[in-house]
């Protein structure tokens, strides 16, 4: 069994496939860590969780995206920020009925988990509170938070001008996030920082999707994901 981790597919369905089929992912063995954010952003998020429904090792850790989308399953909300930053292109792919939704996908997003920790490794979708025990972090730091990498990020650099090697920040042997797209940092490649791994590679926007190993790192990607929906300008679209 190999093992492998993916972030912030968004929605983008070809995507999803062609770095299932690049890496040879076998759905039928191998193990996948899911860091959120299958909702929103490209037409597909439907598609999406009907692929990912077929995987037997499935872990996945719920996104920011995807609370705002369980929330319009089960109490139909909406708020205006969500339906702008992809909400609108996920409803789409529901053809706009609540009441359709397959039980299986609301499911699928409530037991969802906060995070996955694992052989000495951590994996949640946006970041942690450094040397906090988990079940004080919070969920909106889990969902939302941007500082732990990008503190990764000053203290790596920091580090290399002084010819250092760069610090543990978390106490983790390594720790994988999303949530945060490495098209910050311009790149559409995984960026490791300290011990902290981000997968994000703006797949939900105008990069691409990666499957990483987790053992030996070696990732594949999506062509980038703009190209494959022609039709479409993923979030813009609303």
Request: charged residues 25%; glycine residues 10%.
């Given at each position: ?25 076998n ?51 909406k ?8 909400g ?20 699928f ?49 920091m ?60 990732y ?10 022609p ?8």
């Amino acid at each position: 069994m190999k093992r492998y981790v993916l972030a912030d597919p968004h929605g983008g369905y070809k995507a999803l496939l062609q770095v299932l089929e690049r890496s040879g992912f076998n759905r039928e063995e191998d193990e996948l860590i899911v860091l959120g954010d299958i909702c929103d952003g490209w037409p597909e998020t439907r598609q999406c969780i009907d692929e990912l429904l077929k995987i037997k090792n499935l872990n996945y850790i719920i996104g920011n995206h995807d609370k705002w989308t369980l929330d319009w399953f089960v109490m139909g909300l909406k708020p205006d920020l969500w339906v702008s930053q992809g909400g609108y292109n996920t409803m789409r792919s529901y053809d706009y009925n609540r009441a359709g939704v397959p039980e299986s996908h609301i499911e699928f997003l409530k037991n969802a988990s906060l995070w996955i920790e694992a052989d000495g490794c951590l994996f949640v979708h946006g970041g942690i509170k450094p040397y906090t025990p988990m079940e004080n972090q919070g969920i909106h730091t889990m969902l939302w938070d941007r500082d732990l990498i990008r503190n990764a990020r000053n203290t790596q650099i920091m580090a290399e001008r002084r010819k250092l090697v760069a610090p543990n920040i978390t106490g983790y042997r390594e720790v994988f996030v999303g949530h945060t797209t490495t098209l910050l940092f311009k790149t559409v490649e995984p960026v490791k920082y300290c011990e902290i791994w981000d997968l994000d590679t703006g797949g939900g926007w105008n990069g691409k999707l990666t499957i990483m190993d987790r053992d030996t790192h070696k990732y594949w990607q999506s062509d980038y994901v703009q190209d494959l929906y022609p039709g479409s300008h993923g979030r813009n679209d609303y």
